[in-house]
């Protein structure tokens, strides 16, 4: 009994290991690669490198345009995540307590962008971010991201809102309160959990959003950094180590962004799978 | 409860004149607005400008004048690179049913208890999933690159002519498939183990006592009993295999001869980068009919009964 176990431990964690090398070598090999020359790439793309060489990590941390393009995708997020809350928020609290005349069929109407993706509707969306004059410019991003975020994020929220204690809206209704103060003195400040986990979702969606940045920007003040990414590996077309150095770069925020909101990307994830 | 009971017992009067003063009206009028304008803006009024210009031959500029009918669609129904795109995406759909998915699960089964290995396996398995899709596709580029890539690598170290995968036309294709099942599996995982650690600890307790052997035990109380999550994580699929895009464009760019093509590279290529806004809109209206149908059908056959 305690053989046959022992031997399925052994089975279950080679197993593991197996799946996880195919998870980390690609990854281990682009985190290698920056630091070595193309000659070494090709005769190893696995070993270490036989001499480390800073240089492709430290031209490309000394290029201005590559801290410009993290800081317009950190702009960009930023703003995408602040307007979905607020706006979010606000619409989700009326629909959680108050009742009226057609609530129902405007909730549902806020909520048809969970039913159809993004793309469908990107070439018109490109054509109206031009005939505004918004093309080439953070809001061509900010403002279709957001509106396309504010479905899942008017659900979210007011499940959560109607779960809050109703006593605690009579007790400050009584004593004067009215709907929009209690909104931003209470329901808000309550709400943080809830808050977290949708800014994180609305953020790395944002940070990572790749088709609508290259429909709508052009020029390389205003690019975020998928598309500084994809400009740079065009430059340097022949040189590997380059652009794996770059996209190692761009990995560290990634990871270090996760670790710090695990808490929050898992239970959005879970919470919202498991309910459906 | 008891201030309820005290607010039901004020007068109509009273009870009007508070409704306005606290602002009832003026919070829906303040509060609603920006979000439905916003939507309205941005989502919803392009949705339906994309089924107006699908019917106009429109290169974007000016206004569309040059109405065509349905002739977008039909040059589409019969453009046998929208037809590889469509049977990419069946094929991403098949891979992730039938790979991804059973994968996740058996990973899922051997570490959703709480031990700090298993956490730590569980953030590995994860970590591809919270890469940019870009970042993947890069990395994924190189892996394959027939020069300096990681299988060139390989398959010289075993003597065989190293070769660029990804410009072969019968197998760049897997490659990108083994790119998606790489990047999402462990997305599929997470919800797995969310809903493995809800199965009641008795139940499994239970099985056990009476004999039931692993497999018995998973096939008989865990696997029923994460049905739910199972549709759940299937729905994510599908719909998923329908936007491909990011991975797609550093990988292959839909090539080689327009071998890998998803419904949004097409989209994007024959639509927006040659400017056919009128052919690009119908391409538009035809993903949104499938994600709607696939929506619906899910909805009616495997989430009968979940909401009232």
């Known amino acids: ?276 | 409860m008891a201030t309820a009971a005290a607010s039901r017992q004020l007068s109509a009067s009273e009870r009007l004149r508070r409704s306005i003063g606290n602002g009832r009206v003026s919070a829906v009028l303040i509060l609603l607005p920006p979000a439905l304008i916003l939507f309205t803006l941005f989502v919803i009024l392009p949705l339906g400008e994309s089924g107006y210009y699908s019917f106009f031959n429109w290169n974007g500029y000016g206004s569309p004048t040059d109405f065509v009918g349905l002739e977008n669609y039909q040059r589409i129904a019969g453009h046998s690179i929208f037809h590889k795109a469509i049977g990419n995406t069946v094929k991403i759909v098949a891979i992730s049913l039938l790979i991804q998915m059973p994968l996740a699960m058996v990973m899922a089964l051997l570490i959703y208890r709480k031990t700090p290995t298993n956490a730590l396996f569980r953030l590995v398995f994860f970590l591809p999933y919270i890469l940019a899709e870009v970042a993947a596709g890069l990395i994924w580029s190189f892996v394959f690159d027939g020069n300096y890539g990681v299988t060139a690598s390989i398959a010289r170290s075993m003597g065989v002519e190293s070769f660029f995968i990804l410009a072969d036309r019968d197998w760049a294709f897997v490659a990108v498939m083994t790119v998606i099942v790489w990047k999402y599996f462990g997305f599929h995982m997470m919800i797995y183990i969310a809903a493995l650690q809800s199965v009641p600890e008795d139940l499994i307790e239970a099985g056990r006592i009476e004999g039931a052997k692993r497999l018995q035990i998973v096939r008989y109380v865990q696997l029923p009993h994460i049905k739910p999550a199972i549709i759940v994580s299937a729905f994510f699929a599908i719909i998923g295999a329908l936007q491909v895009f990011d991975v797609i464009i550093p990988l292959t760019n839909g090539g080689p001869s327009n071998q890998t093509h998803t419904i949004v590279t097409y989209l994007y290529t024959y639509g927006l980068t040659r400017l056919n806004i009128g052919f690009g809109s119908a391409v538009g209206v035809i993903l949104f009919i499938a994600a709607i149908t696939v929506a619906v059908f899910y909805q009616r056959v495997f989430m009968k009964g979940d909401k009232p």
């Open chain 1, 1 to 276: 009994m305690t053989r046959g176990h022992l031997l399925r431990n052994i089975f279950r964690v080679g197993f593991l290991c197996l799946v996880a090398s195919f998870v980390l070598a690609p990854m281990l090999a682009t985190v290698l690669g920056g630091f070595k020359t193309n000659a070494e790439i090709r005769t190893s793309a696995f070993g270490l490198p036989e001499s480390w060489n800073w240089e492709f990590y430290d031209s490309i941390v000394a290029d201005p345009a590559f801290w410009r393009y993290l800081g317009n995708s950190l702009l960009i997020s930023s703003v995408a995540v602040v307007l979905t809350l607020i706006v979010g928020a606000a619409a989700a609290y009326v629909f959680a307590q108050i009742k009226f005349f057609g609530s129902r069929m405007l909730f549902s109407y806020l909520l048809m962008g969970l039913m159809f993706p993004f793309a469908t509707a990107i070439l018109p969306l490109f054509i109206k971010v031009r005939d505004v004059g918004l093309l080439d410019t953070w809001w061509a991003v900010i403002l279709p991201q957001t509106a396309f975020s504010l479905s899942l994020a008017i659900l979210l929220f007011r499940t959560f809102f109607e779960q809050l204690p109703k006593e605690l809206f009579e007790a400050a209704y009584i004593d004067g309160c009215g709907y929009v103060r209690f909104f931003w003195r209470f329901t808000l400040p309550l709400s943080a959990p809830i808050l977290a986990t949708v800014g994180v979702f609305v953020f790395v969606q944002s940070w990572n959003n790749f088709l609508l940045p290259l429909v709508v920007l052009n020029s390389r003040e205003v690019f975020t950094w998928p598309l500084g990414m994809m400009q740079f590996r065009g430059e340097y077309v022949t040189e590997w180590n380059r652009t794996l150095a770059f996209v190692t770069l761009t990995l560290v925020p990634a990871i270090v962004f996760f670790l710090a909101a695990q808490k929050y990307i898992v239970a959005g994830l879970t919470g919202g799978a498991v309910k459906g």
